[in-house]
């Protein structure tokens, strides 16, 4: 590529790297902002209260923790299910192989719409009641499917050898598995993990139709739209965008690390 060509190209990261990051800086800055009445839409003035005052809405820190719980969890049930259904379809061909790549690829491409109404429908019709246990199991319903397909495509690359060596030296199929292969995929089996919980804290669509009387962070959020939001919500925002970021940079110092120590072995 050429020096105008490449710069251009820069160019356009940069514009588009800012249009995604402008309104998490707004909803930053709003954290700070000093609301004279229900609205938090205009500058009135700096403050640090809200963020001192961060959990004095009991109706909203619930909701947060709601959602908090819900998403741990779908991350770990959804984790693992996700991995041992990635590992299967990475690792052996087996009888409705096919139909099961087809089955999660729908999933993930199924309108949130049709999904929440039908898990709706199903829990209705088995007598459930709606609350957290069934946002719960309808996240894992559409996590997991995102959890297989990355553990899936790290399995896939593995080296084989690495199982017979294991073998040769006496090891038997579980141990193989969780001494040599399972460090391997280690990173995959996260990365789907955090992408479950990313994916689960922020639903809004499907936890409708299946929380009941339930209000998880986004429901609150919708319901309070209609009077105006607290400051408290862009503070809490800001918190977890902040979770997110320290995670992905400890991450990725980790591997940095690791592969320094890699190349000086």
């Known amino acids: 590529m050429n020096g105008r060509g490449g710069r251009l190209l820069h160019v356009y990261t940069w514009v588009l790297i800012a249009w995604l990051i402008l309104p998490i800086s707004v909803m930053i800055l709003f954290g700070f902002n000093n609301p004279s009445g ?16 961060v959990f004095a809405l009991e109706a909203l820190t619930d909701a947060l923790i709601t ?34 790549n087809l089955l999660m690829f729908a999933a993930i491409s199924s309108p949130e ?16 009641s709606l609350g957290t246990v069934t946002i719960t199991i309808a996240h894992v319903m559409f996590s997991v ?13 593995l080296d084989r050898s690495l199982e017979e060596a294991a073998a040769d030296l006496g090891a038997t199929g579980w141990t193989t598995f969780w001494k040599v292969i399972f460090p391997i995929i280690l990173p995959a089996v996260m990365s789907g993990v955090m992408l479950a919980f990313a994916l689960s804290i922020d639903d809004f669509v ?10 998880t962070f986004p429901l609150w959020i919708w319901g309070a739209t209609r009077v105006g939001l ?8 800001t918190m977890i965008f902040a979770a997110g ?16 120590a890699a190349v000086a072995a």
């Open 145 to 157: 499917s995102f959890v297989a397909i990355v553990v899936r495509a790290r399995v896939v690359t």
């Open 206 to 215: 499907i936890t409708n139709f299946t929380a009941g009387t339930t209000e």
């Open 38 to 53: 229900r609205y938090n839409q205009t500058w009135q003035g700096f403050t640090l209260k809200w963020y001192r005052d």
């Open 67 to 100: 959602s908090l719980l819900v998403a741990v969890l779908t991350a770990l049930i959804a984790g693992a299910l996700g991995t041992g259904i990635g590992y299967a379809l990475g690792r052996w061909q087996f009888r409705g192989a096919g139909a099961l």
């Open 245 to 260: 970021v320290l995670f992905a940079v400890v991450s990725n110092v980790r591997s940095r690390s690791k592969r320094k």
């Open 230 to 237: 607290p400051p408290q919500v862009n503070v809490m925002g």
């Open 113 to 128: 719409l049709v999904m929440g109404s039908s898990l709706l429908s199903l829990f209705v019709s088995m007598g459930a």
